[in-house]
């Protein structure tokens, strides 16, 4: 009897510790799917922020290139943009309908005034437009009947392929009257023999100011290469 007592006392304190073990084994079980969802979370975390990385990475990257892009743009329309010049510095090209470049500009206020009025007849000469043309002249400027004829005739002979300008020199001289030294440089076709010509001409330019708005008052040559006849 005491044997089986014994045994009944045994087998008691072996089930007792095979619960007590069933108990740690969920208990670590337990805790270790609970380090798993942990984990899971951390990893979704860890890739959302490395696809937010990648994504601002690629936005970036993007602006640079196209900001690289335009940057170059404009670089080839400041070269090429008809526009007014330092001493140094030479206008570029431009075809006709391009905006004017209002960088390096003489030191005086009235500089983009008079950029955009030689841009006005750089245009015309490339578009012959006489309206255009004719605009950026005072109505007083000396034999301004001449001057569209000898336009006309000029654009009847030649087609304008290329037209720049420089303003190396202005000095005002009131608040309605400005002195300049332009120069032109101009490539043209001749019409029926198809020769090309290349022109540089300077001018003393005198701008005045009629109504609000700067218009070339006169002209006079100062040196030049070669002109259109």
């Known amino acids: 009897m005491r044997q089986i007592a014994q045994t009944k006392e045994s087998l008691k304190d072996a089930r007792a510790a095979l619960e007590a073990e069933t108990h740690e084994v969920v208990r670590v079980s337990n805790r270790l799917n609970d380090n798993l969802v942990k984990a899971g979370k951390i990893i979704w975390r860890q890739l959302l922020l490395l696809w937010a990385v990648v994504v601002v990475l690629g936005v970036s990257y993007f602006l640079i290139l196209n900001n690289a892009r335009l940057a170059t743009h404009q670089a080839k329309q400041g070269k090429g943009s008809g526009a007014v010049s330092t001493l140094s510095e030479t206008a570029g090209?431009?075809?006709?309908?391009?905006?004017?470049?209002?960088?390096?500009?003489?030191?005086?206020?009235?500089?983009?005034?008079?950029?955009?009025?030689?841009?006005?007849?750089?245009?015309?000469?490339?578009?012959?437009?006489?309206?255009?043309?004719?605009?950026?002249?005072?109505?007083?400027?000396?034999?301004?009947?001449?001057?569209?004829?000898?336009?006309?005739?000029?654009?009847?002979?030649?087609?304008?392929?290329?037209?720049?300008?420089?303003?190396?020199?202005?000095?005002?001289?009131?608040?309605?009257?400005?002195?300049?030294?332009?120069?032109?440089?101009?490539?043209?076709?001749?019409?029926?023999?198809?020769?090309?010509?290349?022109?540089?001409?300077?001018?003393?330019?005198?701008?005045?100011?009629?109504?609000?708005?700067?218009?070339?008052?006169?002209?006079?040559?100062?040196?030049?290469?070669?002109?259109?006849?």
Do not use: C, M
């Open 93 to 229: 090209r431009l075809q006709p309908g391009e905006p004017p470049t209002l960088s390096a500009l003489p030191a005086i206020p009235e500089a983009e005034d008079l950029l955009r009025l030689l841009d006005q007849v750089r245009q015309a000469q490339l578009t012959k437009d006489i309206h255009l043309f004719l605009g950026a002249y005072a109505p007083s400027f000396p034999n301004l009947t001449r001057k569209r004829e000898v336009t006309l005739n000029i654009w009847k002979k030649y087609d304008y392929l290329e037209s720049q300008f420089q303003i190396r020199e202005a000095v005002p001289k009131s608040d309605v009257l400005i002195l300049a030294k332009v120069t032109w440089n101009i490539k043209a076709r001749d019409r029926k023999t198809d020769e090309i010509k290349n022109i540089s001409k300077s001018y003393q330019v005198n701008f005045s100011k009629e109504s609000g708005q700067w218009l070339i008052q006169n002209l006079k040559p100062v040196e030049g290469k070669e002109d259109l006849e």
